[in-house]
DNA sequence: TCTGGGGTCCTAGGACCC
DNA sequence: TCTGGGGTCCTAGGACCC
C-alpha cells in the first residue's frame, strides 16, 4: 500500500455513518396510531376527536387496570400508556362521571371515554391491516400487532420522482422534501391504502435501514409520514434525545447521561470502547444506530421461543391462592402451546414480591413435550420455594419451543393417537371435554419413552444420557427445595 | 406514577465435557 | 498430576419493546 488511494479500511471508521454504502435500500416502518383507541372508534364512531382511553384489566366503572393506549386527545392530559387507571382517571374524569347537575363533577367537554380492551376485534383489525402490508410489499417483519418493517426497495427507489433515475436524491433534511422521492410516494401510498382498507390511522417513516425508519415513524405521529433519505440519517437523528433511539430505556438512557451523551448526535460521535465498558456490547451497537448505520436485513418474523401467561393479584402469603394462580396459568399456557402445535422443554415461574422484585425459577426436561398435567406439576413444585413469599404477580412459562417434534411425530410413524399432533385437532379438543383431555395427557406421559425409544439407534444412546442428566437435575433441584424450606 | 401482560435478547456464573 | 482452555447447556436476572 505505497502511495495511491487511502485504503477504505482506514478512512472509514468515524468517516460519517454507513448507511451510504449499503446499496440504498428502501425500508418503510409502519406504525399504527394508538392502535386500540382507533379499533374502537372504528366501530364506535361517536368516539372520534374524543380522549379515549382503552385500559386492560379495566371493567366499566371500575378505577382498576393501566392503561393500554391513549388516544392523542387523552394523552393532551397527561394519560399514558402504562398507567393505572386510577391515575389516569384523576388526569382524566371519566365521561359517565361527568354529572352537569353536580357543581363539583367535571366538565364533559374535560372528560374522557373509558374502555376495555377488546383484543380479538383488534387482531381482526390488524389482520386487514397485515392483508395491505402483504400486498404492498415482500419482505415483512412484523413486530407487533401494530408495527411493522417493510422492505420496499424492488418496489420503488430514493430517486426523485418525475427526475432523471441516474440522479441522486437531495440528502438535506428528514421530513417531506421539496424534491419528492419515489420512495414517499410509495410510503404515502401504503399509509393511504392502511387508511383506506382497514379504517385506521397509521404513522409511516421511510429510509435506508429499520433503526433509522423506526425513529422516522415516531418523529411525527400521528398521521405522520417522515422521509430520511440516503446520506441523511446521522444529520436526522442527531438533535434527538438518546431515549429516542430504539433500545435506549430508561436505565441506558441514564448511563449515558452520566457519560454526558444526552442526544443521539452525542452517543454516534462517543468514543465506543468507552461505551464498550459501560454497556457492553450493546453500547457500540446502539451508538452506531444513533449515526445512522444499521445493516440489519429486513427478515420475516419467527416463530416464538416462549409462550406466557402472567396475572397480578392482591398481594397475598396464602399458599392456596397462589397454587391455584398457577394452576390455572399453567394450564392456560399449556392449552395456547397446544393450540400452537408447538412442545416445550422447559417450563419456568415468576413470583414478583413487593414493591417489585422479580423472582424467575425455570426447570428443563429430557425432552420436548406437549403435557399439561407435566406443566402444572411442575409449576407448583418451583413455586414452593415461594411458600411464605408475599407475591403481588404470578407467572407461568413455557420456553426451548419445538414446532417441528409434531411432523416429526408423523414422519417418525409414531402413533397417530399418540397426542402429538394435537395443535391440528382444533375445536374438537374442547368438545371432548376433560376426559378427553386427562386421556391424551396419559398419552403424552408416555411419549417421553417413545421419544427416547423412537430415536434412531446413534442417537437412542445419546437421548439416554439426557434422561438421566435431567433426573441427577431434578434430584439436585429437590436437595435444593428441601435447604430452602 | 408504585407499575398490566406478552414477548425478545443479552449477560454472567456454574456444571460438565473434552 | 494440577493446570488449562474451549465449548455447550442451564438457570437467573436485567433491560427493553409494544
Not at 209 to 236: H, I, Q, R, T, W
Not at 260 to 273: F, N, V
Amino acid at each position: 500500500m505505497t502511495g495511491g488511494t487511502p485504503v477504505a479500511g482506514e478512512t472509514l471508521p468515524g468517516a460519517g455513518g454507513g448507511d451510504d454504502d449499503a446499496a440504498d435500500r428502501v425500508v418503510c416502518h409502519v406504525d399504527m396510531d394508538c392502535f386500540y383507541a382507533s379499533c374502537e372508534r372504528l366501530r364506535h364512531p361517536d368516539l372520534a376527536g374524543e380522549p379515549v382511553v382503552v385500559g386492560m384489566g379495566y371493567e366499566p366503572g371500575e378505577s382498576i387496570g393501566a392503561v393500554a393506549t391513549a388516544s392523542y386527545e387523552a394523552r393532551e392530559f397527561g394519560v399514558e400508556s402504562a398507567m393505572p387507571i386510577s391515575k389516569a382517571l384523576e388526569l382524566l374524569p371519566r365521561r359517565a362521571d361527568a354529572d352537569p347537575d353536580d357543581p363539583d363533577a367535571p366538565d364533559p367537554a374535560d372528560a374522557g371515554r373509558y374502555v376495555p380492551v377488546d383484543l380479538d376485534f383488534y387482531e381482526d383489525v390488524a389482520s386487514e391491516v397485515k392483508e395491505v402490508l402483504r400486498d404492498c410489499a415482500d419482505t415483512r417483519r412484523e413486530v407487533s400487532i401494530d408495527e411493522a418493517y417493510l422492505d420496499v426497495t424492488d418496489r420503488t427507489a430514493w430517486t426523485v420522482a418525475g427526475d432523471d433515475p441516474a440522479d441522486p436524491p437531495p440528502s438535506a433534511a428528514a421530513g417531506p422534501a421539496e424534491a419528492r422521492t419515489l420512495a414517499e410516494g410509495y410510503a404515502r401510498y401504503v399509509k393511504d391504502r392502511i387508511e383506506r382498507e382497514a379504517g385506521v390511522p397509521a404513522s409511516v417513516g421511510v429510509a435506508p435501514n429499520m433503526s433509522a425508519a423506526k425513529v422516522a415513524s415516531d418523529a411525527d405521529k400521528p398521521d405522520g409520514l417522515v422521509v430520511v433519505p440516503p446520506g441523511s440519517a446521522a444529520e436526522f437523528l442527531a438533535p434527538l434525545p438518546t431515549a429516542d433511539v430504539h433500545g435506549v430505556g430508561p436505565v441506558t438512557e441514564a448511563t449515558l447521561a452520566d457519560l454526558g451523551i444526552e442526544t443521539a448526535g452525542d452517543l454516534a460521535a462517543a468514543d465506543r470502547d468507552r461505551l464498550a465498558d459501560a454497556l457492553g456490547e450493546r453500547g457500540p451497537e446502539l451508538s452506531r444506530r444513533a449515526a445512522g448505520d444499521d445493516d440489519r436485513e429486513v427478515t420475516p418474523t419467527g416463530l416464538p421461543k416462549s409462550l406466557s401467561r402472567e396475572s397480578a393479584l392482591p398481594t397475598t402469603a396464602d399458599g392456596a391462592t397462589k397454587r391455584e394462580t398457577v394452576s390455572a396459568l399453567a394450564a392456560d399456557v399449556a392449552r395456547r402451546a397446544r393450540e400452537r402445535g408447538c412442545l416445550y422443554r422447559t417450563i419456568g415461574i415468576k413470583a414478583v414480591e413487593p414493591p417489585f422484585d422479580v423472582n424467575t425459577r425455570a426447570r428443563s426436561l429430557p425432552g420436548p413435550v406437549d403435557d399439561p398435567d407435566l406443566v402444572e406439576e411442575v409449576a407448583l413444585d418451583l413455586l414452593a420455594e415461594f411458600d411464605e413469599t408475599r407475591v403481588r404477580k404470578l407467572g407461568v412459562r413455557v420456553s426451548n419451543l419445538d414446532f417441528a417434534e409434531t411432523d416429526q411425530a408423523t414422519l417418525g410413524g409414531f402413533d397417530a393417537d399418540d397426542g402429538r399432533g394435537e395443535g391440528d385437532r382444533g375445536a374438537g379438543d374442547d368438545a371432548r371435554g376433560a376426559g378427553a383431555r386427562t386421556t391424551a395427557t396419559d398419552g403424552d406421559g408416555g411419549k417421553l419413552t417413545d421419544w427416547v425409544d423412537g430415536k434412531p439407534e446413534s442417537e437412542a444412546a445419546e437421548g439416554d444420557a439426557t434422561a438421566r442428566d435431567a433426573e441427577r437435575r431434578t434430584a439436585d433441584g429437590q436437595a435444593s427445595l428441601g435447604d430452602w424450606s
